[in-house]
C-alpha cells in the first residue's frame, strides 16, 4: 500500500512539473530557430534587387537625357543648290549657289524648356523615392505577417509537445490502474487539435514566407531567415512632430509639388511658344546666261553669242506670321494642368496629417491592448491554471475542466501574438504615413 501511494505521489509530480512546463512556456517569449533578421536587412536587399525599382532609376536617367537635349539650340543650316537648263533644251542658262541659315529662338522657349526637363529629374528621383516607400511599406507589412506565422506555429508546436508528454504519462497510468481510459481518450483528442493546427500554420507560414521571399527578391524562399519575434518599443515622439516630420519628407507631397512647379513652367513655355522664330540667312548665287541671236565682238575681234556672268550676294530675314491664337490651345492645356496639380498637391496636404493621426490612434490602441493583455490578463490566467490544476489533483474537478482553462489560456496566448501583429501593422501605417524611418 506505502508503494502505491509513493508511486501515485511520484505520477502527480511528474503530471506537475508536465502543465507547469506548459505554463512556463506560456511565459516565456519564444525565440526563432536560427539567426533572426530584421526586416530592414531583407528591405536592403530588396531595394538592390528590385527590377521595378531599377525601372525607376532608368526613368531617372531618361529624364536627364531629356533635359540634355532640351538645352540644345537649333542648329545652323547650310545648304547648296544648283539650276541647268540643259535638260530642257535652254542651253547656257546655269546657276549655283550656297547658303547658311540660323533660327534664333524668341525669348523664353530655351529657357522654358529647360525648366520643364530640369523638373522633370526632380519628378522622376521623387517618383522613386515613393516606390521605395511602397516597397518598404508593403515588406515591413509582410514582415509581420511572417513574424506572426512563425510565432504562432511555434506556440503550437510547444502545445503539441506537451499533449503528447501527457499523453505519454497517462497511457502508463492507464496501464497501471491509476487513471481511466476516458482521460487518455481526452488527451488524444487534445493532441490531434493541435497537430491539426500545427499542419493548419505551417501551411500559412510557407505562405506568408513565400509573398516574402517575392518582396524581398529572394529566389527561394528557403533562403528567407528566421524573423526577430518581439514587440517594438515605445515611440519617444509626439504626434504634433509625426504631422510635421510627414509634410516635410513625404515623397508623394514632393512629387505633387513639383507636379505644380513643372506644370507652373509649361505654361510659361507655352506662352513662348506662340512667339514666332525669326531665321537669318546669307548665301551666294552664281549665274551664267546666253542671249540667243544677240552677237558681239570676241577679244579675237570675231562674232559671237552673247554671254553673262553674274555673282550675287543673297540675304535674307524669315519671319512665319502666327495669329494671337496659334498657340491657344497648348496654352489652356498647360493651364488645366497646371490647376490639376495644385487641386492634388493641396489635397494631400490636408490628408497627411489625418493619415497620420489614423496610424498613430491604431498604434496607440494596439499598444495598450498588448499591455492589458499581457500584464492584467496572462498573468492571472497563468495563476488560474496552476489553480485548477491543483484543485484536478484533489479529485475537486474533472479533466474536462482542466482542459478547458487550457484551451482557454491557448487562446489568449495566440490573441497575444494577435496584438503583436496590430502593432506591427499599425508601426507600418505609421511610418508610411511618415514617409520615412520612424525615431
Avoid at 529657357?111 to 528621383?125: C, I, P, T
Avoid at 506591427?424 to 511618415?434: D, I, P, S, T, V
Wanted: charged share 25%; aromatic share 6%.
Amino acid at each position: 500500500m506505502g508503494w502505491l501511494c509513493f508511486r501515485l505521489q511520484e505520477d502527480f509530480v511528474l503530471a506537475y512539473w508536465l502543465i507547469a512546463a506548459l505554463v512556463l512556456g506560456a511565459l516565456l517569449p519564444c525565440r526563432a530557430q536560427g539567426p533572426p533578421v530584421g526586416w530592414r536587412e531583407l528591405y536592403q536587399h530588396a531595394a538592390a534587387n528590385d527590377q521595378r525599382l531599377m525601372a525607376l532609376q532608368e526613368e531617372v536617367s531618361q529624364a536627364r537625357g531629356v533635359l540634355r537635349q532640351a538645352g540644345l539650340r537649333p542648329a545652323t543650316e547650310f545648304s547648296v543648290s544648283g539650276a541647268t537648263g540643259r535638260p530642257l533644251g535652254t542651253l547656257g542658262e546655269e546657276q549655283f549657289g550656297a547658303a547658311v541659315s540660323r533660327a534664333l529662338e524668341a525669348s523664353g522657349k530655351r529657357s522654358g524648356r529647360l525648366a520643364v526637363a530640369e523638373y522633370g529629374v526632380a519628378l522622376a528621383e521623387a517618383n522613386y523615392q515613393e516606390g521605395l516607400r511602397q516597397l518598404r511599406y508593403a515588406l515591413r507589412l509582410q514582415y509581420s505577417l511572417y513574424g506572426t506565422a512563425t510565432h504562432r506555429l511555434q506556440i503550437a508546436e510547444e502545445v503539441m509537445q506537451s499533449w503528447q508528454r501527457s499523453l505519454d504519462l497517462v497511457a502508463q497510468r492507464v496501464e497501471q490502474g491509476d487513471a481511466s481510459s476516458l482521460e487518455r481518450n481526452l488527451i488524444r483528442v487534445e493532441l490531434a487539435r493541435a497537430k491539426a493546427e500545427c499542419a493548419r500554420l505551417r501551411g500559412t507560414l510557407e505562405k506568408t514566407r513565400v509573398e516574402l521571399a517575392l518582396l524581398s527578391t529572394y529566389d527561394d524562399p528557403r533562403g528567407i531567415p528566421d524573423p526577430e519575434i518581439s514587440v517594438p518599443e515605445l515611440l519617444d515622439i509626439s504626434l504634433n512632430e509625426l504631422r510635421s516630420q510627414a509634410l516635410q519628407q513625404r515623397p508623394d507631397l514632393h512629387y505633387t509639388a513639383l507636379s505644380e512647379r513643372q506644370a507652373e513652367s509649361g505654361v510659361s513655355l507655352a506662352k513662348a511658344e506662340g512667339k514666332p522664330d525669326w531665321t537669318l540667312s546669307a548665301g551666294y548665287t552664281n549665274v551664267y546666261s546666253r542671249f540667243d541671236n544677240q552677237l558681239g565682238l570676241d577679244r579675237a575681234g570675231g562674232l559671237a553669242t552673247l554671254r553673262d556672268r553674274d555673282d550675287l550676294l543673297v540675304l535674307g530675314v524669315t519671319v512665319p506670321i502666327l495669329g494671337a491664337r496659334r498657340n491657344q490651345g497648348n496654352l489652356e492645356a498647360a493651364s488645366a494642368r497646371m490647376r490639376g496639380a495644385q487641386h492634388r498637391s493641396r489635397a494631400l496636404s490636408r490628408s497627411i496629417p489625418l493619415q497620420v493621426d489614423a496610424a498613430w490612434g491604431q498604434y496607440t490602441g494596439a499598444r495598450e491592448s498588448y499591455e492589458t493583455l499581457t500584464n492584467e490578463v496572462l498573468v492571472p490566467a497563468s495563476e488560474n491554471l496552476q489553480v485548477i490544476r491543483q484543485a484536478y489533483e484533489l479529485g475537486h474537478l474533472e479533466m474536462l475542466d482542466l482542459l478547458n482553462e487550457q484551451r482557454r489560456f491557448y487562446s489568449l496566448r495566440m490573441e497575444a501574438v494577435d496584438l503583436q501583429l496590430s502593432i506591427g501593422q499599425a508601426m507600418a501605417e505609421l511610418e508610411f504615413a511618415l514617409g520615412g524611418e520612424l525615431p
